[in-house]
């Protein structure tokens, strides 16, 4: 017998009993919307070069910058809503001239309609709901396309909170959004919720926060669902 006081044997079957690695419950799933809940836009922009020869990253670069980062470029500070539509436009065609690339960007004006929804995810959102999971969107956005992306898909339906960059002044791949989502579902601890994104940078960001994350292929989700599944029955 111990001498300590208070304390006493503890046999094997007790010992079996607890558990040292204790499994964490995933209370809310986190989703992006471009290239997860809908085909991605980057193609439609990659494609603006073909005509004229350029390549389709170097546009996108162009375009967008170092996407898997959040810095001072003029699309990030877009989304972000430090900017408008007009301010960027100014930026990108300054941009355009300064490296000799004649590009048609009028052409991606109705772009979010060429968009093709994933019905799958949305069929697996409307799920997780009736499961009992919190639900969030996540997306890098801006002010002027709001109305047409909300228009795509019954996002106030599907999602208790949605987190729009250029409304909170935040952006992914900052951790900072994942946790200001996190905090308008209540305070869930990051361990406790999963994010899917079909940019590799946004996936390190979300991470980065604490949170578990899932990389989307645009062109097809099922494989991420699959994942998400998983994630939830372990």
């Known amino acids: 017998m111990d001498a300590r006081p208070g304390i006493r044997d503890v046999g094997l079957s007790e ?3 607890i558990d040292q690695n204790p499994r964490i419950t995933i209370e809310a799933v986190l989703f992006d919307f471009n290239g997860v809940l809908t085909t991605s836009p980057f193609a439609h922009m990659a494609a603006l070069g073909t005509e004229s020869g350029v390549d389709g990253q170097v546009v996108l670069d162009l375009m967008l910058g170092p996407y898997d980062e ?6 990030h500070r877009f989304e972000r809503g430090e900017i ?4 960027y436009g100014a930026d990108l065609f300054a941009r355009a001239a300064d490296a000799n690339l004649q590009l048609d960007f009028a052409s991606l004006g109705n772009m979010m309609s060429r968009l ?3 019905d799958v995810v949305i069929d697996r959102i409307r799920a997780l709901r009736a499961d009992g999971y919190r639900t969030g969107l996540v997306t890098n956005n801006v002010r002027e396309a709001s109305r047409q992306w909300r228009e795509l898909v019954p996002v106030d339906e599907l999602f208790e909170v949605i987190v729009d960059s250029s409304e909170v002044g935040m952006r992914k791949p900052n951790p900072a959004i994942f946790l200001h989502a996190l905090e308008l579902l209540g305070g869930i601890a990051p361990e406790r919720a999963v994010f899917l994104d079909d940019a590799a940078g946004n996936v390190l960001g979300a991470q980065a926060a604490g949170l578990q994350a899932i990389l989307v292929d645009a062109a097809d989700p099922s494989g991420a669902l699959a994942e998400l599944d998983g994630l939830l029955s372990s």
Do not use: G, K, R
């Open 84 to 87: 408008t539509a007009s301010e």
């Open 116 to 118: 093709e929804v994933h």
């Open 15 to 17: 010992l079996q009993l």
């Open 70 to 75: 959040d810095t001072d470029h003029a699309w």
